[in-house]
């Protein structure tokens, strides 16, 4: 017999791998708030819907193997790293096309139909996880942008790095992790050291961004939350970490720091242009103080800092859940 779904509850949505989820289902757990952690990539096979429309809202339920959420009641809901749907074994690849999408449509769409605050809303982080978009929202928010092309143009490509004062890198469009035969590789901001390498005819195959290197005292990471933001600073002491501090955590050195008005006010409107409550926004630092803004990840990781500079994201993450509203 399945067990009463939780009402009022808090939904967090994300795989079981996810440690950054911890701290704020902890926190909300001891402020006996009800919580219910779950993965999307359990649905259809050991994870059900039961779900009518009832005007003017969806009502009945969501279980797992181990606990059911009121669908009518939902508080908020964190989405974090949920897995994709799982399908059943046997199916042709058209059926698993059909039932993929019908899973996305269907589980997904009464999800999207609950009237609560989303940490953030999927809808929204799939717009403002396009780097262009990023880029030129950020410009129309007051904010600072590196010199910046997207081309898949060999002669544009090496005409346009050699017009460039200063150093070019490349950098990847939709993340840094990419699988080639089954093994994983990281591409990290490259430098682009030849000019003729961009003449290579293969760039035209897809889409390339290449971005003016900005000379940097040290980088900022901005974790955005609601109306709270945490500015952490990251002193690369290694090349590797100057160049792309993803690539050596070891050679970090931290400092919380504070954010000048007019970044602070650049990003709150960048957020409401794209209606996000969360943001993990990047910055180089120039020696004279210029804030440049590399990248906002609509879902980014922040519990590292948090742990090393005592930052107090999770109990304001939990903050934002409990209260179901901004």
């Known amino acids: 017999m399945a067990s009463s779904p939780l009402r009022e509850a808090v939904l967090v949505l994300t795989d079981t791998e996810d440690g950054t989820a911890d701290p704020v289902i902890h926190e909300l757990n001891e402020r ?10 359990d649905f259809p096979l050991s994870m059900t819907m039961e779900a009518e429309f009832d005007t003017p809202r969806w009502r009945g339920s969501i279980h797992d193997a181990f606990r059911g959420v009121d669908l009518e009641s939902v508080r908020s809901v964190y989405y974090r790293r949920p897995g994709q ?3 059943a074994e046997g ?21 999207l139909s609950s009237d609560c605050l989303w940490v953030n809303d999927p809808r929204a982080m799939t717009s403002a996880e396009y780097k262009p978009a990023q880029l030129a929202t950020a410009a129309g928010s007051g904010l600072t942008v590196p010199r910046t092309i997207i081309t898949n143009v060999p002669d544009h490509a090496a005409d346009w790095v050699a017009s460039v004062e200063g150093p070019v890198v490349y950098k990847p469009l939709g993340g840094a992790l990419h699988t080639e035969d089954g093994r994983t590789k990281i591409i990290y901001a490259t430098p682009v050291e030849a000019l003729q390498d961009l003449r290579d005819p293969a760039l035209s195959l897809t889409a390339h ?10 980088e900022a990471r901005v974790t955005i939350v609601g109306s709270e933001m945490f500015a952490v600073a990251i002193h ?5 970490a ?25 990003l709150q409107r960048y957020m409401r242009a ?15 103080g210029t804030w440049t803004l590399l990248e906002i990840n609509p879902n980014g990781e922040w519990g590292w800092l948090a742990h090393h500079c005592a930052l107090p994201i999770a ?11 901004p």
């Open 315 to 325: 109990e304001t993450i939990a903050d934002l859940l409990e209260k179901g509203h």
């Open 91 to 111: 199916m042709s690849g058209p059926e698993q096309r059909w039932a993929y999408r019908e899973a996305r449509m269907g589980f997904g769409g009464v999800l």
């Open 85 to 87: 749907f799982t399908l």
């Open 209 to 218: 961004c290449f971005q003016q290197w900005i000379a940097k005292d040290y």
């Open 236 to 240: 690369a002491q290694s090349q590797a």
């Open 32 to 41: 006996g708030v009800p919580v219910a952690r779950m993965d999307t990539g």
């Open 274 to 288: 794209f209606g996000l409550t969360f943001g993990a926004a990047d910055f180089a630092v120039s020696p004279d």
């Open 242 to 266: 100057y160049q792309d501090w993803r690539s050596d955590y070891g050679a970090h050195r931290y400092e919380v720091i504070g954010i000048p008005g007019e970044v602070r006010a650049g």
